[in-house]
């Protein structure tokens, strides 16, 4: 998702200029309309949407969208490939989950030439070329000039095929074509990065092919033959009779939908890592407010957060986590308007439901998080959902600055990376907008957050100060809105800390109360229960905290290792703390876990070798240090940790 921000030039006197361009349509968007003119509409919005914010990004000018057509201008020819290159591997993958009948195709022509520019459009031969070259090219694919090929051949890493000299209408002399493999498409011998020699080389390559083939079947029969041989009476593996009747084995079964569950997932990435944090700030904030629908099984943004970084395989990754809806949320911002863009796509029916936009004033782009909420809770009612649950206010959003919520979009971003860099860069932005606006609750709630973050991540050489701090803010934010989730779960934290157990078990539950499918508000409640002695009851709520975050962290794995290590169930606590450590294979702490609860597994090899781990990464670890991280209402169970250690070699504490 990206911010596209309209040429302003207004001059009326026409230039010459040397420039790149793009042309593109979609291939049979006549009968798309003819078949059905709503669902085409949609689709092709959302795909504007896209390339506009690819344009941006790789710093081109939109010239024309009319109708089903594109023209961009580059100043640079490499910027034009990319942005091309991305934009047909982008809807490649949307297409694969529209109906084969709904998927909307697009052709692009490039060329580097001479054009004309008066007020805002481009005349010439240099774009005459590049729509003549779109109309050779493949729908999905990207056709260039030789002027254009000659410029990039040593510049990017891409593979081209010579496709002749074609005659165009109106250009007098023949223009060199070039089709450009992009990345996924089948390659042949021929899609070299020079000129193909065409039939030759294919028929060698069909050729290989059979050989191939037949090697496979020669030694194939060969290995048959030779176990046949073997296998007479029994055979070795299975211990069945030869002839023998055996029952088939069932097949696993094909992954289904979890019944609404949905993440919610920025647009196009950008060069712009201001811009890109904005479009990754407002998926989050969607995604915290949809979270107070109990019927919804929300993804935490955390997880999306890894999922768009990942962006060509988001369709793929939403099936391997059984994820039923995607949602899609894009912000193109126009001087002093700005539209919001929703696009919700069922993941198992190939299907795009939603496709909308929303126009407002910059000075209200507060509003936008609570219109895309809103659509999409009808949409949603649409397909079924049984719901009359309705946002409370702390869920969402009233006046404030348009700047300033542009930054708290920016910081929500920053705080999901999970990073030092961006937690801090989160606490600088989040500081400065409630100085502006001492008022706006969710920001000081966030800024709490923030530094509960620090200290639990030790990005902090004064963590009590920054726990005071987390206090004093969430205090402020619940005494201007009492229905924000996010300070109960900081004030339960550090409840925790001060060994006020019962406060943080009713603070944790109150956050879960306003936010039912926040994972953070699932693992707060579990933290709560299993440091006061309630592990059994923990469990439940954190291994469903860990299903709404499938990236998650390795502070719930390890919450959820002491849970089950207080409630008897050691091997399970080991498979924790195991998963935990391959998310942070340098903790010290998490190692010591793992290492006391092989002791209660009774695996005391395994044991040993963690400890000597253990050592070896933080050769100055120290028990009395370890006794402070672990905050139980029974001292019982912290002692149970230590005496473990103890018996895995790792000396003892001083008294």
Known sequence: MEIYWKDTMNSDSATRKLVAVMHADVKGYSRLMNENEVDTVRTLTSYKELLANSVTAHRGRVVDMAGDGFLVEFNSVVDALLCAVEFQKETGVRNQILPENRRMEFRIGLNVGEVIQQGQQIFGDGVNI??????????????????????????????????????????????????????????????????????????????????????????????????????????????????????????????????????????????????????????????????????????SSQSTFTATDAKPDRISWARKHSIQYILETGLIFDKDKVTGVLNIFDVFKNSLIDSSTFDLDTADLWKLPNLIVSKSMLSMREQGLKSETRLLPGQTFKTVDGKNFSLFLEAAANMDAQTRTGNETAIRLLSDITQSEPGFAPALAELAQAYVSEVTRQWTDTPRKSLEQAYELSKKALKLNGSISTPYRVISFINVQKRQ???????????????????????????????????????????????????????????????????????????????????????????????????????????????????????????????????????????????????????????
């Open 130 to 299: 590049a729509a003549r070259l779109e109309a050779i090219a493949e729908p999905g694919g990207i056709c260039i000039s030789g002027e254009a090929y000659d410029q990039l051949k040593r510049k990017l890493e891409l593979e081209f095929q010579f496709l002749g000299e074609k005659s165009v209408k109106n250009i007098s002399e023949p223009v060199r074509a070039y089709r450009v493999v992009v990345d996924g498409q089948p390659k042949t011998v021929t899609q070299k990065k020079t000129r193909s020699h065409g039939f030759k080389s294919t028929n060698y390559f069909w050729l290989l092919i059979a050989l191939l083939v037949v090697v496979i079947v020669i030694l194939a029969f060969l290995a048959f033959q030779k176990g046949w041989k073997r296998g007479q009476g029994k055979n070795r593996a299975t211990g069945v009779n030869v002839g023998q009747t055996i029952k088939k084995p069932v097949l696993q079964e094909a992954l289904q939908p979890v019944p609404f569950s949905l993440a919610v997932l920025p647009g196009a990435k950008s060069n712009d890592s201001q811009n890109q944090n904005i479009g990754y700030g407002l998926a989050s904030v969607v995604a915290d407010q949809l979270e107070a629908i109990p019927e919804l099984k929300v993804v």
């Open 501 to 655: 157990y019962s406060e943080a078990v009713q603070n944790a539950k109150k956050a879960l109360e306003l936010s039912p499918g926040s994972s953070e508000a699932l693992e707060s409640l579990g933290l709560a229960l299993t440091f006061s002695g309630q592990s059994i009851e923990a469990i439940p709520y954190l291994e469903k905290a860990i299903l709404l975050n499938p990236e998650t962290s390795a502070r719930c794995l390890a919450i959820l290792g002491h849970a089950q290590r207080g409630s008897g169930d050691y091997d399970g606590s080991v498979n924790s703390f195991k998963r935990a450590l391959d998310l942070e294979p340098n903790s010290p702490f998490i190692l010591s876990f793992l290492a006391a609860s092989y002791v209660l597994a009774d695996r005391m090899t395994e044991a040993r070798a963690t400890t000597q781990e253990l050592m070896r990464i933080a050769p100055g670890f120290n028990l009395d240090n370890l006794k402070k991280r672990l905050p139980f209402k029974d001292p019982a169970q912290g002692a149970k940790i230590i005496d473990s250690l103890n018996r895995a070699g790792l000396g003892r504490s001083d008294p």
